[in-house]
């Protein structure tokens, strides 16, 4: 008989949860697509890059929903057999509340299991896929750029690689392949102000197919040249007695170079750049290759108590352990939510507890 009911039970929490999963993941999917608005039409395959948003995205927010729906499934299931008056029907047969418990303990093991895949390996995997993916879409732009806007003698003004930010490319002699270059000047300026922040000027330049991490890539050659980086200065007079056209000090850093490597599929993946914080190479990690990763960081920090940097990738690494470790006691929480008196008509007070366990979670 209670080979039975743990079925009956299993199937009613195993229901709720996906439900609850289904739900609460395609809210904060929906949370999170106002971010991407800029990603998702600057390429022009909307469809396909909202497919892989999605994988990028899933993996992350499942690692999140699926503990707190399993605690929100064992506590309405129970909760109905508490309104049903099924409770009292177990309880009177000598079946413990820690009986009760086995079904959504034995989920919550399985969903641990799931939790910490989706954490571990999903999440690298994914964010592996869709840097991939912003990688192709950029070499497209680029492919594009090479062919359709190199010319010599004439600027090339305006080329946006991010939201903020615009290129403006000058070559003296340019032959017919587009390949070899002379006299080369480079300029990058913030699309809201009409200053430079940095120059590059060169003798001579080659554009050249290569890789860069097993991917195609532009890669733009310089030789003999100056790099003039914009850095502003202190006046040493108010600004209260400065003439509104008075032009602001500035200084200019100069670096020469003999040889400058520049890959143009990196200088213009920020035009694919998601509006959250962006994701480092610590996300692309699986657990032993994140280990030894924090393991160098630790050996290479001799002061790593107080270092923010290394402390910020600690919790990085224990918080992909401890959120899905948190599945194993959320649906015991949940059984003794939901086990209430039907008298009493308290199930209010069990629904609101679980609401601040729920914003508590979240947090």
Not at 101 to 115: E, M, Y
Not at 241 to 253: G, N, R
Not at 276 to 291: D, F, I, R, V
Request: glycine share 4%; charged share 20%.
């Amino acid at each position: 008989m209670f080979g039975k009911l743990d079925r009956l039970i299993a199937k009613e929490i195993i229901s709720l949860t996906f439900v609850f999963t289904t739900s609460v993941s395609s809210l904060m999917i929906m949370a999170r697509v106002p971010k991407y608005v800029d990603f998702l039409f600057s390429t022009s395959d909307v469809f396909t890059s909202f497919l892989m948003l999605l994988l990028y995205s899933l993996p992350s927010i499942l690692k999140y929903t699926l503990p707190i729906s399993l605690l929100l499934g064992s506590a309405v299931a129970v909760m109905r057999m508490s309104s049903d008056r099924e409770l009292e029907a177990w309880l009177s047969c000598g079946v413990s509340v820690f009986r009760l418990a086995l079904i959504p303990s034995v989920l919550g093991i399985f969903a641990t299991f799931v939790s910490m895949g989706s954490a571990l390996f999903l999440e690298p995997y994914s964010t592996k896929q869709f840097d991939k993916f912003r990688w192709l879409k950029t070499r497209m732009v680029v492919e594009a750029f090479v062919q359709k806007s190199l010319k010599e003698g004439s600027f090339i003004d305006n080329i946006s690689f991010s939201n903020s930010s615009e290129l403006t490319f000058y070559f003296n002699k340019l032959d017919s392949s587009k390949t070899n270059m002379e006299d080369v000047f480079m300029a990058l300026g913030d699309s809201n102000r009409s200053s430079y922040s940095s120059i590059i000027v060169a003798k001579r330049g080659q554009l050249s197919r290569d890789a860069i991490h097993g991917y195609p890539d532009f890669l733009f050659k310089l030789s003999q040249g100056f790099i003039y980086t914009f850095e502003p200065s202190k006046p040493s007079f108010s600004k209260k007695v400065m003439h509104q056209d008075y032009p602001y000090p500035v200084d200019w850093k100069v670096t020469s170079f003999s040889d400058l490597n520049i890959s143009l599929v990196s200088l213009f993946k920020d035009k694919f750049k998601l509006e959250n914080s962006p994701h480092t190479q610590w996300e692309e990690l699986y657990p032993m290759a994140l280990k030894q990763a924090l393991q160098a960081e630790k050996e290479k920090t001799p002061h790593w108590r107080y270092d923010e940097s290394y402390i910020d990738k600690l919790m990085f690494f224990i918080k992909q352990f401890s959120i899905p470790l948190a599945t194993l006691f959320l649906p015991a929480i949940g059984v003794c939510l939901g086990v209430i008196d039907p008298r009493r008509k308290q199930i209010s007070v069990y629904l609101g507890i679980g609401i601040v366990i729920f914003f508590l979670y979240s947090s």
